[in-house]
């Protein structure tokens, strides 16, 4: 039998002892992943280059680049790249439109088993919505134009409870009373949570064998 490939997670930290307890935690399940180290922005980069990872686990707070700047340059080598964040800085309300260009984003202190639900989320679901696409057999163009819309609908979905959640964590109610911006958009994140949910579910319910 063929041993499964080990998933390459890129870690990218400017602290080598904070890189190297990753490292760790993520090799308590050393069969599923290997993993390279990079502690600038400019050495992702190149390690991108010369060896393409299958996630970048990375801390935005970086000495040479800033962290949301380098996202950037990592989608452009490869769009489809999750990246999940950890770090110290909980996200501010000006992130809040940036976030949906990871996968996760972790605040510190982060457990293991925390860490290794956002890892194998962040590698393993699109590469499953993708598989329902390619086996799914089709007919006809306009159906598979409506499975694809949906698809793609509950892929945002899970990103947005992800965000909804980790807003809801730094922004209770309490600090909510006086700040009505912030208020006012994670109201209109659950609302866009809920419009998607009912679509799927419409979409289930007319299409899908219960």
Known sequence: MIPKKSNYVL?????????DLFAEMLLIDIEKYRFNIAHTGRDCLITMKRDMPDMILLDIELSDMDGWELIKK???LKPGMPVVIITAKPPCMDDFSRLSMVSDYLVKPVTIDCLHMAVRDALEIPPLLDKCLETM???????LSVLEKNILLLRQGISDRKLF????????DRKLKNDSHSRLLLDDLRLKID????ELEEFRRGCLIA
């Open 165 to 172: 959640i980790l807003m809801r964590q730094l922004y209770p």
């Open 74 to 76: 990592i989608k452009e």
């Open 11 to 19: 870690i990218v930290n400017s602290e080598p002892e904070i890189a």
């Open 137 to 143: 057999n089709i007919s006809k163009d306009e159906d």
């Open 195 to 198: 419009r998607a949910h009912n």
